[in-house]
């Protein structure tokens, strides 16, 4: 199973940007998904997550700002990061909950896309 992300980049604050996680591989189910970020010299936390049936768990800190989601169809998560600050400015990870044809039950990551935000 491979996770893999996209829609990082620059932005100046007050901007948005969409980042995007696409699961491919022998999938047989996804149960959670959602989004951690690392900042330099901080500890890895959680962003966002989403279960199968679309119930979402938001950080705090985001709150009100990022909105996730999810396309079953698609096995893709989104995460929507509205009205940025510099303090958003992290490497972004997609994590995922999956069941594979060979394993139940185990987590992956993705390798992560960089946000920058200006100020």
């Known amino acids: 199973v491979q996770l893999v992300e996209s829609g990082g980049g620059l932005v100046q604050a007050g901007g948005s940007l969409r980042l995007s996680c696409a699961a491919s591989?022998?999938?047989?189910?996804?149960?959670?998904m959602g989004w951690y970020r690392q900042a330099p010299g901080k500890q890895r936390e959680l962003v966002a997550v989403?279960?199968?049936?679309?119930?979402?768990n938001v950080a705090d800190s985001v709150k009100g700002r990022f909105t996730i989601s999810r396309d079953n169809t698609k096995n893709t998560v989104y995460l929507q990061l509205n009205s940025l600050k510099p303090e958003d400015t992290a490497v972004y990870y997609c994590h995922a909950y999956v069941d594979s044809s060979t394993f139940a039950g185990m987590y992956y990551w993705g390798k992560g896309t960089l946000v920058t935000v200006s100020s």
């Open positions: 591989g022998s999938i047989a189910r996804i149960h959670d």
């Open positions: 989403i279960t199968s049936g679309g119930s979402t």
